[in-house]
């Protein structure tokens, strides 16, 4: 691949990542939403678990989908030979940890950092996300003990 395709086409595949990660977090909010409604005005300690649960897997599930995309992209461009290896790059780059004992040939090495930019941005948005859906969690909580 070419400096132009490997901008390109890892631009594309960081926007559609980050796009389905941001809808996936919409659910989740939603999914919260409707969770903290069901358990009505008293707010038992065992509801923070089950919305943290909840949160963490809809988190997870969007990091995970992000790993499999970006695999698909070296195995498909044939940069990497089986899905084992292509999940296992993949991994180590979206989390930045890059082992470097499996390595992707020169024309793709571009394409394969916008792996890497992915998993900040996705990490970034996926805390801030998390600090964000705590803090209200925890502020009902406060709230149903002093009796607000």
């Given amino acids: 691949m070419s400096l132009l395709q490997q901008l390109l086409w890892g ?8 796009i389905l990660e941001t809808a996936i977090l919409l ?8 969770m903290s409604s069901r358990f009505g005005k008293l707010f038992m300690p065992w509801h923070t678990t089950v919305l ?13 989908l992000q790993v499999w995309i970006w695999s698909s ?3 498909l461009s044939g940069a990497l030979p089986d899905w084992n290896t292509a ?6 780059t979206y989390t930045t940890v890059g082992y470097g004992d499996v390595v992707v040939g020169p ?8 792996g890497a930019v992915t998993g900040l941005l996705g990490f970034g948005i996926s805390t801030a996300f998390l600090v964000g859906a705590l803090g209200k969690v925890f502020v009902f909580t406060h709230e149903d003990r002093n009796g607000n």
Avoid: K, M, P
Wanted: glycine share 2%; hydrophobic share 65%.
């Fill in 87 to 92: 999940i296992y790059f993949s991994l180590v």
């Fill in 27 to 34: 659910r989740c909010a939603n999914a919260l939403r409707n």
């Fill in 73 to 75: 992209g070296f195995v």
């Fill in 52 to 64: 943290i649960s909840v949160a963490l897997s809809y988190i997870l599930f969007a990091h995970t």
């Fill in 11 to 18: 631009s594309l595949v960081l926007i559609l990542c980050l």
């Fill in 107 to 114: 024309d793709l090495r571009i394409f394969a950092a916008f």
